[in-house]
């Protein structure tokens, strides 16, 4: 079983200080880790996924996210906030498909964390 | 078109319509996906296609059905809802399988904004 927790509801920065958003995991496989970013109306874009490859991801806008399999933790980070990272975060786990061959991919997203910046 | 389209955009429908939410692909992904988006409150799975086969269906209730003719195609079709029905409905897709390399990345549209009245 699989799930994910983003540890704050909030969080509000001035504009061009860092960014932290913290996640923890739960998976009883070598997850899937993902970042998606939703502004207001709109769908969710993908920022960053970790995959098994390095555990610093590096995604767009300047973000990145580290994966601690000891801490079971995905923070996601920036060193610069801007007034466009204003948005809802969601951080998202997805356990491999049990079939050999493939098959669903069933994530489990957060609940989100909603960036407030700053000016 | 690119990426995940969704329309109609915004969509107002009495408790006793019928009416449709269509979502296209144009990514070649063999997988799509339903999820309900509420106020204050975790985002909902509600069904996953893939390769056109209907493979979860997250307990949700019959007055919505979904269908999907082909891979680049998704329809949730709406019959008598309620006013608690009232959300944000996403649609995404992604490439699973082999071919896929692992990543499984989703993508999404911009969504549907119902409204019951």
């Known amino acids: 079983a699989q799930s994910v927790t983003q540890l704050d509801s909030h969080v509000s920065v001035s504009e061009g200080t860092p960014v932290l958003l913290r996640c923890n995991y739960s998976?009883?496989?070598?997850?899937?880790l993902f970042w998606y970013v939703q502004h207001p109306n709109k769908g969710l874009q993908l920022l960053l996924k970790y995959t098994s490859a390095a555990t610093l991801v590096k995604g767009i806008n300047g973000f990145e996210a580290e994966f601690k399999k000891s801490e079971t933790s995905f923070h996601l980070t920036k060193p610069s906030a801007h007034m466009s990272d204003a948005a809802e975060y969601f951080c998202v786990v997805s356990d491999p498909p049990v079939h050999a061959s493939g098959g669903s991919y069933i994530p489990t997203f957060g609940r989100g964390t909603s960036l407030i910046v700053h000016p | 078109e690119t990426g995940v389209t969704q329309t109609p955009r915004h969509l107002v429908m009495g408790m006793t319509n019928k009416k449709s939410l269509k979502c296209e692909q144009h990514?070649?992904?063999?997988?799509m996906y339903w999820y309900k988006q509420s106020a204050k409150k975790p985002l909902e799975l509600m069904f996953v296609y893939n390769f056109k086969e209907q493979t979860e269906n997250n307990s949700v209730p019959s007055r919505f059905s979904p269908e999907c003719p082909n891979s680049s195609h998704l329809f949730l079709h709406l019959h008598t809802l309620q006013p608690e029905d009232s959300a944000l409905y996403l649609c995404?897709?992604?490439?699973?399988?082999?071919?896929?390399?692992?990543?499984?990345?989703?993508?999404f549209g911009p969504g549907t904004r119902l409204t019951v009245t």
């Open positions: 995404a897709s992604s490439q699973e399988g082999p071919l896929a390399g692992g990543s499984y990345e989703q993508y």
């Open positions: 998976s009883s496989y070598s997850p899937s």
């Open positions: 990514l070649g992904h063999n997988a």
